[in-house]
């Protein structure tokens, strides 16, 4: 065979694979697309379901303030024995280690400031006249009928500063279940009744996405409400837990036949 023929066949050859090549890929594109869920004709529904639970957990914050001179090692001392003797006694009241937990150490300068010469003069720098420690620590107390008296007891022991007590569940995992169930149900029935209005029939389900919610209720303790000072027995307050609302969303997207 000439050799010009032989060369213009291999030629028309490369040509025709690489269009049938191109052929493929596009024939794979369409394929692709036509079973992607994306290019499903499909609808969105929404919904909602809660459940109402009793809290179990009382969390609050208590803090140990102390305030001294430049003897820093004095100063750490003695608010780490302040913040030792409540804890003692935490666990003494049935309070457990793994609940409660250091959030907090810090230690601060205190300044003396001085004012500026009224003549124009160079103001005089601030001096550092001692320390302020400030120990934050964090509690869950699971017994209601005596988190009043700890609360009381906490600041009779030395804490200067309590607050952020709150109200939550430490496991809102079956709660959480139980809500997610009803709110699928509820999602599908209303799925149902959307097609049926719709003059369509309802085709698999394509996904589920779902938002949980859990609000808490919260409320500050105020110090004053246990009196100041260390002389006496301090009122414990009334521990008051209420209800929550565990509530789960939940979206599923159908596909429309």
């Known amino acids: 065979m000439d050799p010009k023929i032989k060369n213009y066949l291999g030629w028309t050859m490369i040509v025709v694979m690489i269009i049938v090549g191109f052929s493929f890929a596009k024939w794979v594109g369409s394929y692709s697309k036509s079973i992607d869920p994306s290019a499903l004709r499909s609808f969105n529904v929404s919904a909602d379901e809660k459940v109402i639970a009793i809290p179990d957990v009382a969390q609050f914050t208590f803090s140990v303030i102390s305030q001294g001179g430049l003897d820093i090692a004095k100063l750490q001392q003695d608010n780490v024995g302040k913040t030792n003797k409540i804890i003692s006694y935490l666990k003494s009241s049935g309070i457990k280690e793994e609940d409660i937990k250091t959030e907090s150490f810090n230690l601060e300068p205190r ?42 007891g906490v600041v009779q022991n030395g804490a200067n500063s309590v607050s952020q007590l709150s109200f939550t569940i430490d496991d809102p995992t079956e709660l959480q279940n139980k809500a997610r169930e009803k709110a699928i149900e509820k999602a599908r029935e209303k799925a149902k009744a959307i097609a049926k209005a719709g003059g369509f029939s309802l085709g698999q389900l394509i996904s589920i996405s779902e938002d949980g919610i859990m609000p808490f209720y919260d409320k500050t303790v105020s110090l004053e409400a246990y009196g100041r000072g260390g002389g006496g027995t301090l009122p414990a307050p009334s521990i008051e837990p209420g209800s929550q609302e565990v509530t789960v969303n939940v979206t599923l997207r159908y596909e429309i036949r």
């Open 111 to 152: 300044y003396q400031y001085f004012s500026c010469p009224r003549d124009g003069g160079p103001c005089p720098p601030s001096e550092i006249v001692g320390y302020s420690v400030n120990q934050t620590v964090s509690v869950k107390s699971r017994d209601f009928n005596k988190s009043g008296e700890i609360l009381a």
